[in-house]
C-alpha cells in the first residue's frame, strides 16, 4: 500500500478516535528503503546550515549517503597554492560517519571554483602535472578509506562538444582528465572513481561523447568506475526511455551510474498540480534507477527546498523557475515528490522480496 493512501487511513482511523501506533503514523525513512534495495540514497550537504536542527535530524533520518555541496572543491580545499584547509569537509565526514553514512567526495577538478593560483598559473606541463598530483594526493590520501566514492572530474565537455577549456587543460593538455584519475587511484585504490556532468543523462551528442571517452578509458585501462548524472530537470523534461537506454550502456563496459544531483525545478506558482507533475517526474527517476542493476544511488542536490542553490540570486537562467525543487518543503516536511520516490522504493523492495 501507498504511503499517502496509509496516511489518509491513519488519519481516518484517528478520526474515528482509533489510535495509530508510530511506526504506522511516520513514514519508514528513505534510507531503510534504500538499503532493502542495495541502493544508496543520499543528499548534497553545505555545513553552512549546520545550525539548523530540522536540517541535521531531516538528512539523518532520510539519508545513507552524502556529497559535500561546496567543501571538498578545489577553492575550498587549497585556496593558497600549498595550504590546504580540510577544516569544513572535515566536519561533514564527522557527521557521515556518526550517521553511518557514505560518502560521494565532489569534487577533485572542476572549471568553476578555482582557486586563483591556479586561475593565473604560469606553469609549465611538468609542473602543472606536479600540481595536479599534488592537490590530488594531498586530498584524496587524506580520506583514504573514508570517502567512498570521487567524482574525479566535473563537466569537462562543452554542451556544442569537445571538451572545455579548462584551467588544467589549458596547462597541461587534453589528458588531464586520464592523469586525475590515474593520481586518485594511486592515492586510494579503493576508492570508486567517477566521471561527472550534466545533460548527459539521456543519450544525446554528449553523452555519447562521454561514452567514447568511457571506451577508450577502458580500452587503456584508465582507472574509472561509474559516471554521475547530475540530473538537474526541469518539470515534464524526463524521458526515462533514453536514461535507461544511457545507464545500460555505461553499465555494459562494466561501470556504475548514480544519479548525483537530483533535483526538478518549474516555473510559476506552487500549486498542487506542479507538485504532482514534479512527484510523477521523481518517480521517474527513482524508477529507472531502481530498474537496472547499473545504478546504485539516487543523490539529490539539497536536503529541502529552503537552501536549494537555485535560490541563488546569481545563477541567471534558472531565476525564473519557482525554486521549490526537492523532497522536502521549507519546514522539512514530506512533499508529493518524497511520497512517490517513497512508493517506488517500497514497490521495488517488496517486489525483490
Ligand atoms: C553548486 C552549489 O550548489 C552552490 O552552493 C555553489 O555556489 C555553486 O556550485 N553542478 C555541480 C555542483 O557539479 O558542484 C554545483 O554546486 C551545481 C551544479
Redesign the pocket.
Known amino acids: 500500500m501507498g504511503i499517502r493512501l496509509r496516511i489518509l487511513i491513519g488519519t481516518a482511523l484517528l478520526l474515528l478516535g482509533t489510535s495509530l501506533t508510530a511506526a504506522q503514523d511516520t513514514p519508514v525513512p528513505l534510507r531503510e528503503l534504500a538499503e532493502k534495495n542495495g541502493i544508496y540514497i543520499g543528499a548534497?550537504v553545505?555545513t553552512p546550515h549546520f545550525g539548523d536542527q530540522n536540517y541535521l535530524k531531516t538528512l539523518g533520518r532520510e539519508f545513507n549517503m552524502l556529497t559535500p555541496?561546496?567543501e571538498a572543491?578545489p577553492c575550498e580545499i587549497q585556496r593558497q597554492l600549498g595550504k590546504f584547509d580540510f577544516t569544513k569537509f572535515d566536519k561533514l565526514v564527522d557527521f557521515a560517519e556518526a550517521n553511518n553514512m557514505k560518502i560521494h567526495g565532489?569534487?577533485l577538478v572542476?572549471h568553476?571554483?578555482v582557486p586563483p593560483w591556479l586561475t593565473n598559473a604560469k606553469f609549465d606541463r611538468d609542473e602543472a602535472i606536479k600540481q595536479l598530483r599534488a592537490h590530488i594526493y594531498t586530498e584524496v590520501g587524506r580520506y583514504k578509506g573514508r570517502v567512498a566514492i570521487w567524482?574525479v572530474v566535473?563537466?569537462a565537455f562543452n554542451d556544442a562538444g569537445g571538451l572545455r577549456e579548462t584551467p588544467w587543460k589549458k596547462l597541461i593538455g587534453d589528458d588531464y582528465i586520464e592523469l586525475a584519475f590515474q593520481f586518485a587511484h594511486e592515492a586510494d585504490p579503493d576508492a570508486l572513481l567517477f566521471y561527472?556532468d550534466?545533460s548527459i543523462e539521456e543519450t544525446n551528442p554528449k553523452s555519447d561523447e562521454v561514452y567514447a571517452m568511457l571506451q577508450d578509458f577502458i580500452a587503456r585501462g584508465i582507472p574509472i568506475n561509474g559516471v554521475g548524472f547530475?540530473s538537474?530537470f526541469s518539470v515534464g523534461t524526463v524521458n526515462p526511455r533514453f536514461i535507461a537506454e544511457n545507464i545500460q550502456r555505461i553499465g555494459e563496459l562494466g561501470l556504475q551510474v548514480q544519479f548525483?544531483?537530483v533535483d526538478v525545478r518549474y516555473g510559476g506558482e506552487t500549486t498542487p498540480k506542479i507538485l504532482e507533475r514534479q512527484a510523477s517526474d521523481y518517480a521517474k527517476l527513482m524508477d529507472t534507477c531502481l530498474s537496472s542493476e547499473y545504478c546504485t544511488a539516487f543523490i539529490t542536490?539539497?536536503v529541502g527546498d529552503k537552501y536549494t542553490?537555485l535560490r541563488?540570486a546569481?545563477l541567471g537562467f534558472f531565476e525564473n523557475f519557482t525554486v521549490a525543487p526537492l523532497l522536502f518543503d521549507d519546514d522539512y516536511q514530506p512533499k508529493p515528490a518524497y511520497f512517490s520516490v517513497h512508493d517506488k522504493l517500497e514497490e521495488y523492495a517488496s517486489k525483490r522480496g
Do not use: L, R, V
Open positions: 548534497a553545505y555541496e561546496n572543491k565532489h569534487t572542476w568553476q571554483c567524482d566535473n563537466e561527472n550534466y547530475q538537474h548525483t544531483e542536490w539539497g542553490w541563488n546569481n
